[in-house]
């Protein structure tokens, strides 16, 4: 498909959480309101075993005062023992994401990579880009802050 532009992105960040806590937050599809900024609710539905899928809304930010409400299907395949979520998410205009969470111990942190692979149809490319990399910058933020947070 010459119309369809894919982009491969990855950030990391370390988190002072031991990897199971950090695992299980990014394993519940509810935990991800407040994580990933442009959510505004998320519904768990039916998925196949092994699978956690959620339905999202998310708002979407154009030309810095209006917003656009998205509905997102997204599933998340969880695989402790190989210390790896993956995901895959599709939106409306054949926006796709699919990759993984991994992660690795660090003497009492754990280090988060969040590894993405975004197809979209190429008039759109650079405003989804900046959009998810925003988002994933975000996340990975806010998952820190949450988990290293004083209880």
Known sequence: MKHVATCRFERD????????????????????LGLQPLLTEVREVPAAPGVRAFEA????????????????RVELTPLPAERRIGFAASAPLGIRLAGAFTFETEEAATR????????????LRRFVL???????????ANLKQRLEAPH
């Open 130 to 140: 900046r959009e998810a990399i925003q988002a994933q910058e975000a996340l990975l």
């Open 13 to 32: 960040i370390v988190i002072a959480a031991p990897r199971d806590r950090v695992f299980a937050e990014l394993a519940e599809p509810a935990r991800f």
């Open 57 to 72: 809304l998310e708002r979407v930010p154009l030309l810095g005062r209006i917003a656009v409400r998205n509905r997102l």
């Open 112 to 123: 988060v990579t969040e590894s993405v692979v975004l197809r979209c149809p190429i008039w």
